[in-house]
């Protein structure tokens, strides 16, 4: 039985994952990314080989690596991807990541085969390979959670491209993105867009329950700190969730008009509040989207609610090593 690593480098924490080629997690793992804030390459990178190195030193890892082969190592990352390379061109949350050369340093360091992919592309692998997706040769999953990221699993195998739906225009001349363009989708539809209407929403003067949370600091408002008051009743926080459900409704008509999929999963920090959203999803993306190419579309939850990203970083990796063992060299024929 073959393994591999997964490895999913997020804003905030680093999971890790042993998977084995069947799907089962042996072992998992987290650390808080060090260096997030830095811009020197010579310090982040460092960490995340460090942090590499105590998960196979653990005890329950060490003894099942030991006790079979380890096929090499999976990387997830937002941002955009040069493959050819192996480099992350840019990443909106770990701008130190830019330019270095992560699979190089990777294979050096554990002399394994490593492939380096896009974060929410590797949660749509997973969910092809062991969740949700398995029974869809066509679908897009869209991780909710500080942003808005999208893969997209097109004739059972992963598309390989950017995919950057947080970042379709949804609202011209809309609200100011991270990214440095406005109106994205992902300014709308994001735990950073719920936090931003609710602020703006209690700067201006509108009452809410939310004026009593955060020991009355409005700034320390989160969108959990919305949810929970959207389940209490409270007006304005369930008019953000229903906000956030109808743009997302918009994009996904979008992507249903474009791609003809089967399916839409949902996944990511924010699946929580799945029931504050699903409804006003599935009204607006029936709505906007072509009729014929929108009956059969199922939008359903992630069964990867949990290190969604470094199980899909660990499958690709098989799924990588499966290509190349399979690859025949015709020029000896």
Wanted: aromatic share 6%.
């Amino acid at each position: 039985m073959r393994m591999a690593i997964g490895m999913d480098i997020g804003g905030t924490n680093t999971k890790f994952v042993l998977a084995a080629e069947d799907g089962t997690v042996l072992s998992s793992f987290q650390r808080p990314t060090l260096g997030v804030n830095s811009k020197n390459k010579e310090e982040i990178v460092p960490l995340l080989v460090k942090s590499l190195k105590e998960f196979i030193a653990k005890d329950r890892t060490q003894a099942a690596i030991g006790s079979s082969a380890l096929a090499g190592i999976g990387i997830g990352i937002a941002g955009l991807i040069d493959r050819r390379n192996g480099t992350v061109l840019q990443s909106p949350n770990i701008t130190a990541i830019n330019g270095a050369p992560l699979r190089s340093i990777f294979e050096q360091e554990f002399k394994l085969p490593i492939v380096i992919e896009n974060d929410a592309n590797i949660y749509a692998y997973g969910e092809k390979w062991v969740g949700a997706g398995k029974n869809f040769n066509n679908f897009v999953v869209l991780t909710l959670g500080t942003g808005l990221g999208g893969g997209y699993i097109y004739n059972g195998r992963l598309f390989e491209g950017p995919l950057e739906i947080g970042h379709m225009t949804i609202v011209p001349n809309g609200r100011y993105c991270p990214c440095g363009s406005y109106g994205c989708l992902e300014s709308y539809a994001s735990g950073r867009a719920i936090i931003d209407r609710a602020v703006s929403s209690l700067e201006k003067g509108t009452e809410s329950l939310l004026m009593k949370c955060c020991e009355g600091n409005i700034y320390k408002i989160t969108p959990e700190t919305v949810f929970k008051n959207a389940l209490d009743g409270d007006s304005l926080s369930r008019e953000i969730y229903r906000e956030a459900g109808q743009f997302l409704g918009m994009g996904i008509a979008n992507l249903i008009n474009l791609l003809g999929i089967e399916a839409v999963i949902i996944g990511g920090g924010l699946l929580g509040a799945w029931d504050l959203l699903v409804e006003e999803i599935k009204k607006e993306s029936i709505k906007r989207a072509l009729k014929h190419l929108a009956s059969d579309v199922q939008i359903i939850k992630s069964e990867l609610t949990k290190d969604a990203g470094s199980i899909g970083a660990a499958g690709l990796l098989f799924s990588k090593i499966t290509e190349a063992d399979s690859c025949i060299d015709l020029s000896a024929n």
